[in-house]
């Protein structure tokens, strides 16, 4: 994410010499274009608004599935849930942070604020990649195992609940720190810094990448195998799909955000990099529920057959005025007698006007 102390500086200007002496920028760095930081805000309020509506849908289409496990429920939405806070919370927060570098405006944002934020954002994006890689984990050991496994949902609230203080203790206690200025020395910092981000968000990429290449491996060699392990053909297609869209939803996050992942390993990378390289990464926020109800054939029905009747419940209640038809030669003779028998009154109601 951007860092936190750019905030009160403006970083516009060509010759701001106090950007360069508090640290936006390097020796002979160029300034970030003006330009780049409108479109960032302009992004974040993008996925403020889809990345909430989409990760919504998402989340309703696990709750209110029928045919899917309540453990299932659990870890699907340990996915969405955080990303759906994400979005509505810390989005609007973080376009705030941009608009006080832009207007060099030191109190828009001040600094417990942007604490709050990055804590808060750390922690969420973390808890969608671990809830990511423990789904993977799960069904690659079920896959492989030659047992059927069967998760308990209160299993499933356990490993919820770790990921969530995991999420929590690597966000206030390592970059809390960093945040805060209580780590001291450009060694001391930049070796927390690879260590928090390395376990944050390049870990759980390689962990989920390892387990879908097994699962592939397993799947292309012995799906008879995959077969005899599930206790029902429905639940075996469910299984299949869930699996096959969390795939889905892990290739989007790979070329997403590994690039992202990577940059934050880099030494003292360029603040425009930042800008550009989190403005791909908060995309996926949108395009991940997108591609997991797209796979998932039950919910992507069930989307289509709401969008239908919400279409229909709008034009009952805007109904279009019809128009009365003309007369012509082909009029039947239901038709025509009709319409002779309106003319008459019409008339006889005139003469009586006369």
């Not at 005025?321 to 003319?343: D, E, G, H, Q, R």
């Amino acid at each position: 994410m951007p860092r936190i102390q750019n905030i009160t500086i403006n970083c516009t200007e060509v010759n701001c010499h106090k950007c360069y002496e508090m640290g936006i920028y390097e020796l002979n760095e160029p300034v970030t274009p003006p330009h780049l930081i409108r479109f960032a805000v302009v992004h974040c309020y993008i996925v403020f608004i889809l990345g909430t509506l989409c990760n919504g849908v998402a989340v309703y289409c696990v709750v209110t599935c029928t045919k899917t496990k309540p453990a299932v429920k659990v870890l699907l939405c340990s996915v969405f849930v955080p990303i759906l806070v994400l979005c509505l919370v810390t989005k609007p927060a973080l376009a705030e942070m941009l608009m006080a570098i832009l207007t060099c405006d030191d109190t828009r944002t001040p600094k417990m604020f942007r604490v709050v934020t990055s804590l808060l954002y750390s922690g969420l994006a973390q808890m969608e990649l671990l809830s990511i890689a423990t789904i993977s984990v799960v069904r690659a050991v079920a896959v492989w195992s030659s047992r059927r496994h069967t998760m308990t949902l209160r299993a499933a609230l356990l490993l919820v609940l770790v990921i969530t203080l995991y999420s929590t203790l690597m966000a206030v206690g390592l970059l809390g720190s960093l945040t805060l200025g209580y780590l001291e020395g450009h060694q001391v910092r930049r070796g927390t810094s690879v260590l928090y981000f390395f376990l944050k968000t390049m870990l759980p990429f390689l962990v989920t990448a390892v387990c879908y290449a097994f699962m592939m491996h397993a799947l292309y060699r012995n799906h008879r195998r995959l077969s005899s392990i599930q206790h029902s053909s429905n639940v075996n297609r469910v299984v299949d799909q869930a699996t096959r869209a969390m795939l889905a939803v892990f290739i989007c996050n790979l070329l997403f955000g590994f690039p992202h992942s990577v940059f934050h390993l880099l030494d003292k990378p360029s603040h425009t990099s930042d800008i550009l390289c989190h403005i791909l990464f908060y995309t996926h926020f949108i395009v991940d529920p997108v591609v997991f109800v797209w796979f998932n054939r039950s919910y992507r029905h069930r989307i289509g057959e709401g969008v239908r009747a919400g279409v229909a419940c709008v034009t009952q209640c805007f109904p279009r005025t019809k128009s009365v038809p003309c007369a012509t030669p082909n009029t039947t003779s239901n038709n025509l007698a009709s319409y002779i028998a309106s003319m008459d009154q019409i008339s006889s109601i005139t003469s009586q006007t006369k």
